[in-house]
Protein backbone atom coordinates (compact mmCIF):
# COMPACT_ATOMS: atom_id res chain seq x y z
CA UNK A 1 0.00 0.00 0.00
CA UNK A 2 2.83 2.35 0.73
CA UNK A 3 4.19 1.82 -2.59
CA UNK A 4 1.27 2.71 -3.98
CA UNK A 5 0.86 6.06 -2.70
CA UNK A 6 4.49 6.65 -3.31
CA UNK A 7 4.49 5.71 -6.50
CA UNK A 8 1.49 8.08 -7.43
CA UNK A 9 2.73 10.92 -5.27
CA UNK A 10 6.06 10.63 -7.29
CA UNK A 11 3.98 10.44 -10.78
CA UNK A 12 1.65 13.21 -9.91
CA UNK A 13 5.02 15.39 -8.88
CA UNK A 14 6.70 14.53 -12.36
CA UNK A 15 3.32 15.86 -14.10
CA UNK A 16 3.03 18.80 -12.28
CA UNK A 17 6.89 19.83 -12.54
CA UNK A 18 6.39 18.99 -15.86
CA UNK A 19 3.71 21.11 -16.72
CA UNK A 20 4.89 23.78 -14.67
CA UNK A 21 8.03 23.46 -16.98
CA UNK A 22 6.45 24.36 -20.12
CA UNK A 23 4.23 27.58 -18.83
CA UNK A 24 5.99 30.57 -20.34
CA UNK A 25 6.53 33.50 -18.10
CA UNK A 26 4.13 36.43 -17.57
CA UNK A 27 6.20 39.05 -18.43
CA UNK A 28 8.76 37.89 -21.37
CA UNK A 29 11.77 40.74 -21.74
CA UNK A 30 14.10 40.86 -24.32
CA UNK A 31 17.54 40.20 -23.22
CA UNK A 32 20.32 43.17 -22.29
CA UNK A 33 23.09 42.76 -24.88
CA UNK A 34 26.38 45.07 -24.14
CA UNK A 35 27.27 44.86 -27.87
CA UNK A 36 24.21 46.36 -29.69
CA UNK A 37 25.39 46.54 -33.30
CA UNK A 38 27.56 42.83 -32.88
CA UNK A 39 30.58 44.16 -34.15
CA UNK A 40 32.34 42.34 -30.91
CA UNK A 41 33.58 45.78 -29.19
CA UNK A 42 31.75 47.11 -26.55
CA UNK A 43 32.11 50.87 -26.27
CA UNK A 44 31.17 53.52 -23.54
CA UNK A 45 27.75 54.76 -25.11
CA UNK A 46 26.35 50.91 -26.15
CA UNK A 47 27.73 50.33 -22.30
CA UNK A 48 25.05 53.50 -20.79
CA UNK A 49 22.58 51.87 -23.18
CA UNK A 50 22.61 48.84 -21.61
CA UNK A 51 22.81 50.42 -18.00
CA UNK A 52 20.04 52.40 -18.73
CA UNK A 53 17.85 49.51 -20.30
CA UNK A 54 18.53 47.18 -17.42
CA UNK A 55 17.68 50.23 -15.19
CA UNK A 56 14.12 50.36 -17.05
CA UNK A 57 13.91 46.91 -16.24
CA UNK A 58 14.62 47.33 -12.41
CA UNK A 59 12.25 50.56 -12.05
CA UNK A 60 9.17 48.40 -12.30
CA UNK A 61 7.06 51.88 -10.59
CA UNK A 62 8.61 53.94 -13.14
CA UNK A 63 9.48 56.65 -10.37
CA UNK A 64 13.45 57.15 -11.51
CA UNK A 65 14.42 55.46 -8.24
CA UNK A 66 15.40 51.61 -7.90
CA UNK A 67 14.39 50.72 -4.33
CA UNK A 68 15.66 47.90 -2.68
CA UNK A 69 12.60 45.65 -2.71
CA UNK A 70 12.95 46.41 -6.76
CA UNK A 71 16.35 45.03 -6.47
CA UNK A 72 15.48 42.34 -4.32
CA UNK A 73 12.65 41.50 -6.54
CA UNK A 74 14.67 41.15 -10.24
CA UNK A 75 17.69 39.70 -8.78
CA UNK A 76 15.35 36.93 -7.58
CA UNK A 77 14.07 37.11 -10.88
CA UNK A 78 17.54 36.77 -12.71
CA UNK A 79 18.54 33.93 -10.31
CA UNK A 80 15.19 32.12 -11.19
CA UNK A 81 16.23 32.76 -15.29
CA UNK A 82 19.98 31.41 -14.33
CA UNK A 83 18.96 28.48 -12.79
CA UNK A 84 15.96 27.81 -15.01
CA UNK A 85 18.74 27.85 -17.93
CA UNK A 86 21.20 25.47 -15.94
CA UNK A 87 23.88 28.48 -16.30
CA UNK A 88 26.42 28.57 -13.29
CA UNK A 89 24.72 30.45 -10.37
CA UNK A 90 26.76 32.73 -8.04
CA UNK A 91 27.89 31.72 -4.76
CA UNK A 92 27.08 33.91 -1.68
CA UNK A 93 29.88 34.73 0.31
CA UNK A 94 30.43 32.30 3.04
CA UNK A 95 28.03 33.24 6.02
CA UNK A 96 25.24 35.11 3.63
CA UNK A 97 24.43 38.69 2.29
CA UNK A 98 25.73 41.38 4.46
CA UNK A 99 23.08 43.51 2.96
CA UNK A 100 19.33 43.24 2.47
CA UNK A 101 18.50 44.16 -1.49
CA UNK A 102 21.84 46.86 -2.16
CA UNK A 103 24.58 47.96 -0.13
CA UNK A 104 26.92 50.85 -0.12
CA UNK A 105 28.27 49.80 -3.62
CA UNK A 106 24.85 50.13 -5.21
CA UNK A 107 23.77 53.11 -3.45
CA UNK A 108 27.27 55.65 -2.33
CA UNK A 109 24.51 58.05 -0.80
CA UNK A 110 23.01 55.57 1.35
CA UNK A 111 19.59 57.05 0.68
CA UNK A 112 17.81 53.88 0.42
CA UNK A 113 17.58 53.44 -3.41
CA UNK A 114 19.68 54.26 -7.34
CA UNK A 115 19.11 56.54 -9.17
CA UNK A 116 19.49 56.27 -13.11
CA UNK A 117 22.47 58.48 -12.83
CA UNK A 118 23.87 56.57 -9.63
CA UNK A 119 23.12 53.37 -11.80
CA UNK A 120 25.24 54.73 -14.98
CA UNK A 121 28.31 55.57 -12.92
CA UNK A 122 28.59 52.01 -11.54
CA UNK A 123 27.89 50.83 -14.91
CA UNK A 124 31.32 53.32 -16.86
CA UNK A 125 33.14 52.12 -13.45
CA UNK A 126 32.95 48.79 -14.33
CA UNK A 127 33.48 49.58 -17.85
CA UNK A 128 36.76 51.49 -17.06
CA UNK A 129 38.07 48.64 -15.44
CA UNK A 130 37.47 45.87 -17.85
CA UNK A 131 38.81 48.65 -19.96
CA UNK A 132 42.45 47.21 -19.73
CA UNK A 133 44.12 49.40 -22.04
CA UNK A 134 42.04 52.30 -21.69
CA UNK A 135 41.22 52.55 -25.52
CA UNK A 136 36.94 53.26 -24.36
CA UNK A 137 35.80 50.10 -26.06
CA UNK A 138 36.05 46.71 -25.13
CA UNK A 139 37.43 43.84 -26.95
CA UNK A 140 36.88 39.90 -26.57
CA UNK A 141 40.29 39.67 -25.15
CA UNK A 142 39.54 42.28 -22.57
CA UNK A 143 35.82 40.56 -21.93
CA UNK A 144 37.64 37.22 -21.33
CA UNK A 145 39.84 38.55 -18.84
CA UNK A 146 37.44 39.98 -17.15
CA UNK A 147 35.40 36.87 -17.41
CA UNK A 148 38.51 34.80 -15.88
CA UNK A 149 38.65 37.10 -13.22
CA UNK A 150 34.87 36.64 -12.18
CA UNK A 151 35.24 32.72 -12.25
CA UNK A 152 38.33 32.73 -10.19
CA UNK A 153 36.41 35.00 -7.79
CA UNK A 154 33.04 33.04 -7.55
CA UNK A 155 35.37 30.15 -7.17
CA UNK A 156 37.06 30.91 -4.05
CA UNK A 157 34.19 32.48 -2.52
CA UNK A 158 32.58 29.33 -3.27
CA UNK A 159 35.73 27.04 -1.17
CA UNK A 160 35.55 29.93 1.25
CA UNK A 161 39.17 31.62 0.60
CA UNK A 162 39.77 34.90 0.91
CA UNK A 163 40.38 36.42 -2.66
CA UNK A 164 43.48 38.17 -3.29
CA UNK A 165 44.09 41.68 -2.90
CA UNK A 166 43.61 43.79 -5.47
CA UNK A 167 46.50 45.50 -7.63
CA UNK A 168 47.75 49.02 -6.22
CA UNK A 169 47.22 51.88 -8.89
CA UNK A 170 49.95 53.18 -10.76
Do not use: C, W
Request: net charge positive; no cysteine.
Amino acid sequence: MRKTVLTLMLAASAITSAASAQTAPATPRPPVRQDENRDGVTTRAEAIAQADARFAQMDTDRDGRVSAGEMRAYRTAMHDRMVASGRDVPVPPPGGRKHDGMGRRMDPNGDGSVTREEFEARALKRFDRMDANHDGTIDATERANAAELRHVDRRERRDGATPPAPAPAQ
